[in-house]
């Protein structure tokens, strides 16, 4: 695996939202790869963040894919939204749909790519049925809610028993399926982790953390940083 196929998404929870369009072009321009989107209900999860509207309103800002996370219940009625959003990816926690494999679907049929996400406690047997609708696995490594939390080391024997069952699945079918990691990942402990078997990596505060407010090429040294890790794994 090169460099090149390790994904960073900066999840703009950590942005300053009052600039949020500039916040997303210069992290781009910075060399990040997907932009993480995280929605909160302060119902599924104990916050409230952002919703359908900001996705279309930070649509233009760039041709990056949108990572939409999804921590709401219920998720089926919200998917269409968040696709006519221009939102490229959806992932939602199976905890919060009653039938996880008809939203799978949903996702899907509007456009979407699709995936499922899976908090510290919840074990890696929902995705074994539903492999052929997944593009996305994405394991939490703190509990969700909050930026600025720390990694839970756990985390990286699941991500190993997360990428053995997509390598089986990636040999049987030759399709691809990305192991997505989220919540407290850092310049120190990103080559831990994808050496654990991840590669797309979630960084909220170690990213927007970085830097000045002021200085559009605040996020180069931060994602440089953390591609150069990458590059040693
Ligand atoms: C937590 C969110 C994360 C969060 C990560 O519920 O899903 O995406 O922004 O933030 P850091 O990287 O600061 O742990
Ligand atoms: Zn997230």
């Known amino acids: 695996m090169t460099s090149r196929d390790f994904v960073i998404a900066p999840s ?3 942005a300053n939202f009052a600039k949020l369009g500039e916040e997303v072009s210069n992290v ?27 996705c279309e309103a930070i649509r233009p800002c760039t041709q990056a894919p949108i ?6 219940k219920p998720v089926d009625r919200i998917i269409p939204d968040f696709a006519k959003a221009g939102a490229n990816i959806i992932t939602f ?3 919060a749909s009653e039938h996880v494999d008809r939203s799978l679907g949903l996702l899907r049929d509007s456009g979407c790519q699709a995936g499922l996400v ?26 969700p809610g ?6 839970i080391p756990n985390t990286l024997g699941k991500l190993a028993e997360a990428r053995a069952k997509i390598d089986v699945y990636e040999q049987q079918t030759g399709r691809r399926i990305r192991l997505e990691i989220d919540g407290g990942v850092k310049v120190g402990n990103i080559a831990e982790i994808a050496r654990a078997g991840a590669d797309a990596f979630v960084a909220g505060s170690a990213v927007y953390g ?9 996020y180069d040294s931060v994602i440089g940083a953390l591609r150069a890790e990458l590059g040693k794994v």
């Open 210 to 218: 970085a830097g000045k407010d002021s200085d559009p090429h605040r």
């Open 93 to 95: 926690h199976p905890e």
């Open 67 to 72: 990572d939409v996370h999804l921590m709401v």
């Open 12 to 14: 703009i929870l950590s």
């Open 118 to 143: 899976f908090n510290p406690a919840t074990p890696l047997s929902y995705m074994d049925y539903v492999m052929d609708k997944l593009d996305v696995v994405l394991l939490m490594s703190v509990n």
């Open 146 to 151: 909050f930026g600025g939390q720390s990694f």
């Open 28 to 54: 781009i321009a910075s060399g990040a790869d997907w932009i993480h989107f995280d929605v909160m209900d302060n119902h599924y999860v104990p916050n409230l963040t952002i919703g359908p509207l900001v």
